[in-house]
């Protein structure tokens, strides 16, 4: 089935830093989604992208659709304690039969 | 406006007994999901319901997982008889209409199979 892979897998950062992780998948997406889960609750959705080459912004978030439409990118701008969380990327294949979740990346800001 | 809502929150089994989640969508959401997290991974859709018919179960293993939605609100997730690879969260999710990219997660049941 498809798979998506998240880099990094983890990341400690400094209260204030910006962030960035990204998203790619072997085959073509039509909709890449951004989220974050905090311990023992359900994922929140960040933003939705749904062209190529999108760039969308939401609040101290920005994210974009890869022009080739195999990857994504979340950038979080002066993080503060509470981004510390998972955040996961998903979307829909080019065929819009499968939803998949990518693995997460577990973010730590230090004060 | 009321979240989804799932129960229980957690629930300890052993193996080969039977479990029941319980899930009660957003209101007037059409569109009921079940998912399943296993630790360290993202979650992975088992069941789409559009009102009480399925849309896409086929990443349910049918010879364990059932669900229903029998009146077209809540569902309720069934796993008979459970297995150790069961340990996992079982997050419901609920949108609107058929949009996946509008979906609102419940908590999540944290099941464990000892």
């Known amino acids: 089935g498809q798979q998506l892979n998240q880099s990094p897998q983890s990341m400690f950062i400094q209260e204030g830093e910006d962030v960035s992780m990204n998203c790619t998948s072997s085959?073509?997406?039509?909709?890449w989604l951004w989220y974050k889960q905090d311990p023992g609750e359900g994922p929140v959705l960040l933003i939705a992208?749904?062209?190529?080459?999108e760039l969308t912004s939401n609040g101290r978030l920005t994210a974009q659709f890869g022009i080739t439409r195999k990857d994504s990118f979340l950038n979080i701008s002066a993080s503060i304690p509470s981004d510390v969380g998972i955040y996961f990327c998903a979307g829909h294949d080019n065929y819009g039969q499968n939803f998949v979740f990518g693995p997460g990346t577990r973010l730590s800001v230090l004060p | 406006e009321a979240g989804v809502a799932q129960s229980p929150r957690y629930k300890i089994i052993e193996k080969r007994q039977s479990v029941a989640f319980w899930c009660n969508p957003i209101s007037g959401h059409a569109t009921l999901y079940w998912y399943q997290q296993i630790l360290g991974q993202g979650p992975k859709l088992l069941i789409q319901?559009?009102?009480?018919?399925?849309?896409?179960d086929s990443q349910l293993p049918k010879d364990r997982f059932s669900a229903e939605r029998l009146k077209g609100v809540d569902s309720t997730l069934k796993i008979q008889p459970a297995k150790l690879e069961d340990s996992a969260v079982y997050l419901c999710?609920?949108?609107?209409?058929?949009?996946?990219?509008?979906?609102?997660f419940g908590p999540g049941t944290r099941l464990t199979v000892l």
């Open positions: 319901f559009q009102n009480n018919g399925v849309v896409d």
């Open positions: 992208l749904y062209k190529a080459g």
């Open positions: 085959s073509i997406f039509n909709t």
């Open positions: 999710a609920s949108s609107l209409d058929n949009s996946l990219n509008e979906q609102f």
